[in-house]
C-alpha cells in the first residue's frame, strides 16, 4: 500500500478511547446528538420514505436498526436509510469551505456498531477517527476543487469509522481504504443547477459504501495496492497533496473545527440568515428597494450565481439559494425550514424581494474566508436610506460555539417532529449517556416508534 493509506491505516488501528480528551469526547456526543436529531426533523420527506423502503427489503434477524421503525435490514442499508435521515434536511454538521458534513459518517458507524453490539466508548473512539481522517483528507485533498463532490470524504470517514468498529488490523483497515477510495469518486454536479432530491441522499450513499469496503475487508477482500499515489490513483486525478499530522498528544483533533447548525440550510447561508435576521427588525418589506449581499467567492459560485437561485422550485434548490432565503427572511421576519415549503417558494410577496436582491462575490471577504465565516448585506429603502447588517462567526460556529443546552434544544425541536414526546427526553438522555453505554440498545429502545 501506499504511504498515505498506511498512515491512515496506522492511525485509526491505534487509537483509543484513553487517547481522546475530554472535550473530544463531548464533542461527539453533541455531534452524535445534533445528527439523530435533524435525523428525525426529516424523518416524513418523501426521500427519507424512498431510502426507509429500500431498507425493508431485506429483513435480517440480528441485523441493523433503521431509526423510527426499528426495523433490522443489512447493515449498509441501514446505513444509507439513516444517513438519508440525517443529511436531508441540511441541519447537521459542517466543516466550512467546502469540507461538507462528517456526521453524514455517523450512520455508517451506528450500523456495523448495531451487528456488532459495540460499546459507547467503542462507538465514540470510532466516531472521532472518522471525523479526524475525514477532516485530515479535505484539508489536503481539496476534492470539490477537481469537480468531486464533498461526500468523497465521507465514503472515507465511513470506512474507517466502520473499520475501527470491526476491529480490523492495519491491513484491513487499509484495504477498506482502498476498496473504498478506487470506486466511489462522486461528482460535484449533484450540487449544481436545479437541485434534485440526490442532493440530500448523496451522503447517505456514501455511508452505505464505507459500510460495504469495510465489511469485504473484513471477509479478506484485497484493493489496488495504491488509490492514492500510485499512476493511476487520487494524485493523478486531484493533484499531489500530503495528509497532515492527526490529532492527538501533540496536535488538536479535527472535530475541534465543526460547526454545528443554528439554521437547517446550507452552511454558506447561515451568516447571510443571522445579517438578513438583523435588518428585518429594522426595515418593513414593502420600504425595501434593493439588496445586495456581499460574500466568499466559494458561497457565491456554490448557493448565488446561478439563475436557478432566484427561482427555485424544490425544496433542494432553495435551500442551497442565498438570494431566496435572505428574501424569505426579510419577508417573514423569521428564519425556519417551513421558508423551504412548496407554498413559500411561489409566494408573490417573496418573489418580489427575491427580485431585487444581488449576491457578489468580495475579495476582502473571500480574503478573510475561512478564518471566518463573513457576510455584509446592505439594504437600500425607497426613500434611499443604507442599512447594513455584517457577521463573521454565526452561533454554532466553533469561535462562537452552541452551549449543550442549546444542541439539546435544538433535538427537541427537531425529534418531536416525528418522536412521541415520551420518546424525546429519554433519546436524548441515553445519547448523553452515551460514554457509559454498553450499547445501542438504550437509544434505539428511545427512537423505535412503530414497526
Not at 420514505?49 to 434477524?61: F, G, L, P, S, Y
Amino acid at each position: 500500500m501506499d504511504a498515505s493509506v498506511e498512515r491512515i491505516a496506522d492511525y485509526v488501528h491505534r487509537l483509543r478511547f484513553e487517547d481522546l480528551p475530554p472535550q473530544v469526547v463531548r464533542h461527539c456526543q453533541r455531534c452524535l446528538i445534533d445528527a439523530v436529531g435533524v435525523a428525525f426533523g426529516g424523518y416524513d420527506a418523501e426521500p427519507c420514505v424512498i431510502a426507509r423502503n429500500m431498507a425493508q427489503r431485506a429483513v435480517v434477524k440480528d441485523g441493523a436498526r433503521v431509526f423510527g421503525s426499528g426495523h433490522r435490514t443489512l447493515p449498509e442499508l441501514a446505513a444509507f436509510a439513516n444517513g438519508v435521515m440525517i443529511r436531508y434536511l441540511d441541519g447537521n454538521d459542517s466543516y466550512l469551505g467546502g469540507g461538507g458534513h462528517p456526521s453524514d459518517t455517523m450512520s455508517a458507524i451506528l450500523s456495523v456498531a448495531d451487528v456488532n453490539r459495540s460499546s459507547g466508548r467503542d462507538i465514540i473512539t470510532a466516531i472521532a477517527a472518522a471525523y479526524e481522517v475525514y477532516h485530515n483528507f479535505w484539508k489536503t485533498a481539496r476534492a470539490r476543487h477537481k469537480g468531486v463532490d464533498n461526500v468523497f470524504y465521507v465514503t472515507l470517514g465511513s470506512a474507517v469509522g466502520a473499520a475501527k468498529i470491526l476491529g480490523l488490523d492495519r491491513k484491513g483497515i487499509a484495504e477498506a481504504v482502498s476498496l473504498v477510495l478506487t470506486p466511489n469518486v462522486p461528482l460535484d454536479s449533484t450540487r449544481y443547477g436545479l437541485l434534485s432530491m440526490w442532493k440530500g441522499c448523496a451522503a447517505g450513499n456514501a455511508a452505505r459504501n464505507g459500510v460495504f469496503a469495510a465489511l469485504l475487508a473484513q471477509r479478506g477482500m484485497t484493493g489496488p495496492e495504491k488509490p492514492i499515489e500510485g499512476d493511476h490513483g487520487l494524485h493523478k486525478l486531484l493533484g499531489k497533496f500530503e495528509l497532515l499530522p492527526f490529532g492527538g498528544a501533540e496536535h488538536p483533533f479535527g472535530i475541534h473545527h465543526v460547526t454545528l447548525k443554528c439554521f437547517l440550510a446550507v452552511a454558506h447561508a447561515l451568516s447571510p440568515i443571522t445579517a438578513a435576521l438583523e435588518l428585518s427588525r429594522q426595515v418593513a418589506v414593502e420600504d425595501i428597494e434593493k439588496v445586495t449581499l456581499y460574500t466568499y467567492k466559494f458561497a457565491w459560485e456554490v448557493t448565488g450565481r446561478e439563475r436557478e437561485k432566484w427561482r427555485p422550485t424544490t425544496r433542494e434548490a432553495a435551500d442551497h439559494s442565498l438570494p431566496y432565503i435572505v428574501a424569505a427572511v426579510l419577508v417573514e421576519g423569521m428564519f425556519s425550514d417551513s421558508l423551504f415549503a412548496e407554498e413559500k417558494l411561489s409566494d408573490p410577496r417573496i418573489l418580489r424581494v427575491l427580485d431585487k436582491v444581488d449576491v457578489q462575490e468580495d475579495p476582502e471577504i473571500t480574503r478573510a474566508f475561512t478564518d471566518k465565516v463573513p457576510c455584509r448585506i446592505e439594504l437600500v429603502t425607497r426613500s434611499g436610506e443604507r442599512k447594513i447588517a455584517t457577521t463573521d462567526y454565526p452561533r454554532g460556529h466553533y469561535e462562537n460555539p452552541m452551549s449543550d443546552e442549546e444542541v439539546g434544544a435544538k433535538f427537541r425541536a427537531m425529534a418531536k417532529r416525528a418522536l412521541p414526546a415520551q420518546k424525546v427526553e429519554q433519546a436524548l438522555d441515553a445519547l448523553w449517556r452515551l460514554d457509559a453505554a454498553p450499547d445501542l440498545n438504550a437509544i434505539f429502545d428511545a427512537v423505535t416508534f412503530h414497526g
